[in-house]
């Protein structure tokens, strides 16, 4: 096993529920409109310290889109997915953005909206833009 490097974030950020790895910055926020299955879902320019499942297709309320889920690279946790391809063209600026599942991560102000619930991953497959 090789040794794990993270990436450190300056300033106000969001970090992994289960291990309180940073994510992402609260500047790289696009929107927090974003809705999946188990509740609000915030969408961002760039994030840190995850990892990518496998590309597959998914039908969203905006259509159909190619995407990732992603894991927090420490403990292996799902935290959201990735946009690779938007299909329609009014959905085009989520390529290459990922969403972060409110419910797996910590806020800048230390909130946690946490939902008793586990879920398997791949099961986020709403969005709402």
């Not at 972060?100 to 099961?123: F, H, I, S, T």
Request: aromatic share 12%.
């Amino acid at each position: 096993m090789g040794r794990l490097f993270l990436v450190n974030l300056e300033g106000k950020s969001y970090s992994c529920r289960h291990c309180k790895t940073n994510l992402a910055l609260c500047e790289d926020v696009v929107s927090k409109s974003f809705q999946s299955r188990h509740g609000k879902a915030y969408l961002f320019r760039k994030v840190a310290n995850v990892y990518a499942g496998k590309k597959e297709d998914r039908m969203m309320m905006t259509g159909m889109h190619t995407v990732v889920d992603i894991y927090c690279v420490k403990c292996g946790s799902y935290v959201g997915w990735r946009y690779e391809v938007a299909f329609e063209k009014n959905q085009k600026y989520k390529e290459g953005k990922s969403v972060l599942e409110r419910y797996k991560v910590w806020g800048p102000d230390g909130n946690n909206y946490y939902v008793a619930q586990e879920v398997e991953a791949g099961e986020s497959d709403t969005d709402d833009a």
